[in-house]
């Protein structure tokens, strides 16, 4: 849905172009600018907003829309924005996405200022997200005692997937060959059986498997549809070193993988979706590389996603994940910078750290990930290897379900207690090298600069404890100094105020940006003087992670 909105509110939304108000002209011309509110298009517009009727669902949908617009529009007061969509899906009876919308709020205030957060909790807990709303309290709740309650967190997590036990199967169809293989191929069944045979007439094509030094574990998570037909099918045209297993009940995909690890004879896994492929040497260049190096715990590879259409044919290329030379510790920053797909590790990894926490709907490979990535050592490839094929249909990953999930997979492992947790037993060296990142780093869809302040200043704190006198410590106050001038702009202007190096401007936006550029650039310039040009931050408000991160608007299904 478009927003309704009317001519005039939208030339001032246009007049906020943020690159426009980054122009010299447009700040110099702003800093006089009488501090009226009368004179602030964000503001008329805002008012505007609120005045918009409520009475029927139709309303509400085309005021929820004229938010996104104007959150879209202006990126600026978007805690007041995101409190406001909360209320209206709220108004709705759409709980769970109301509840998202409180907690970016929170997020991007760094604290629950206005008591949403009970609220919030409680619909999790109605809607069987008890353990996200248990995360949201730790990260939300301001106690006293809110680190060591993350902490906790992350080392219950360890303690619960230390072991695994597979339930019965419903039924097994066993056609491997041998007791042994160099690599499992792991998927994830469920209402799969008009993508299955693309998918096996296209992995048949993987060099290792018909050489027979892999096998294919195809587990069926008691899907209604016809997935059992199709293999049996075509089992005896592809002849695959094969296993299809079916699960009695619906299960969720982390624990059809911890299944499906529980009858793998590989050495060796690689996971796939019937949307995902490899090229067909991919399997056979990951297990080289691991086979090349017995210290490595992981290798991945570049990864291609492609448009299909319904029937699987080619529609257009989109996007490459170019992870390049980049650190595997990049994905505390952005989560593909550690893939599954066109990806392979040593099976034993899940005997030292642990396995998948099936409880998890969306977001369970990201805990994962999140959880033993301290522990690994990771390696990246120079060639494309991993396929998305994107179907015309919702991924469950895609959806407000999956971002609740990543309260307690990503970001309780980005808190103080996370960094604690990540870097405590590793090099600081590590540490430092992620802190460089975090001030300039590039996403591995995205050609531009990113930054992400927050967890920058987390990671500065935790070595500047350990070393007072060390390069983090120099960093550690500007760094501060960026992330309240960021925030700033995200709260309503008379509670903008994060310190007194942010000059007071008045309630006009463009001036409110000026004024968190220039705090950024003085840090910037002060940072690169301190580190010897060793770090040489790029500040551009809008590329932090806190704009770059979920700041998508969720639909009812």
Known sequence: ARAVTTPGM???????????????SAIAAAQ?????AEL?????????????????????????AACAELLAESRLDRVRLWREMGRLEAARGNGLIAATYRLRAMRLAGADLYGDLPA???????GGYAAEAEAAEALYGGLPDADERRRQLLDTAVAKNRMHRAGEWERIDDW????????????????????????????????????????????????????????????GELNLPAVYA????????????????????????????????????????????????????????????????????????????????????LAYLETCYLSSVGAMYRRDLHQRFGYY??????????????????????????????????????RVTASPLAELEDLRAWYLHRTPAGVRYAFERRDPAEAENLLCAALRYRKSYCRHWSTDVEYAQHLA???????????????????????????????????????????????????????????????????????????????????DNRHEQHANVWRAA
């Open 246 to 329: 079916r699960s009695h009940h619906r299960e969720t995909i982390q624990a059809a993988w911890n299944r499906a690890l529980s009858i793998a004879r590989g050495d060796y896994v690689s996971f796939l979706g019937v949307d995902e492929m490899l090229a067909p040497r991919g399997l056979e260049t990951l297990a080289r590389e691991l086979d090349a190096d017995s210290a490595l715990d992981w290798v991945q590879a570049d990864s291609l996603v492609t448009n299909v259409d319904s029937q699987g044919r080619w529609l257009s290329d989109v996007m490459t994940y170019d992870r390049g030379d980049a650190l595997p510790s």
């Open 357 to 394: 926490d099936g409880s998890f709907r969306g977001a369970g490979d990201t805990e994962f990930k999140n959880r033993v990535l301290p522990f690994l050592r990771a390696k990246t490839i120079r060639q494309t290897l991993g396929i998305f094929w994107n179907y015309p249909d919702a």
């Open 461 to 543: 704190s935790f070595l500047s404890e350990r070393d007072p006198r060390g390069p983090a410590a120099a960093l550690a106050e500007g760094i501060g100094q960026v992330l309240g001038a960021y925030r700033a702009l995200d709260l309503p202007p008379r509670e903008a105020r994060p310190s007194p190096n942010f000059a007071d401007r008045g309630l006009n936006p463009a001036a409110r940006l000026a004024e968190a550029r220039r705090v950024a650039d003085e840090v910037a310039q002060r940072q690169a003087r301190l580190t010897g040009d060793r770090v040489q931050p790029v500040y551009q408000i809008f590329n």
């Open 32 to 36: 006089p600018m009488k501090p009226s």
């Open 10 to 24: 939208r030339r001032t939304l246009r007049a906020l172009d943020p690159r426009a108000l980054f122009r010299p």
């Open 120 to 126: 919030a909790t409680a619909t999790l807990q109605s």
């Open 176 to 235: 491997r060959r041998r007791p042994r293989y160099r690599a499992s191929v792991i998927v994830s069944l469920y209402n799969a059986a008009d993508k299955l045979p693309l998918f096996l007439r296209s992995i048949a094509q993987q060099t290792l498997l018909q050489a027979d030094g892999a096998e294919l574990i195809l587990v069926d998570s008691g899907s209604p549809g016809d997935e059992w037909k199709v293999w049996r099918r075509l089992a």
């Open 40 to 64: 602030d298009p964000l503001v008329a517009c805002t008012r505007n907003l609120h005045h918009l009727p409520e009475r029927t669902d139709a309303d509400i949908d085309r005021k929820l």
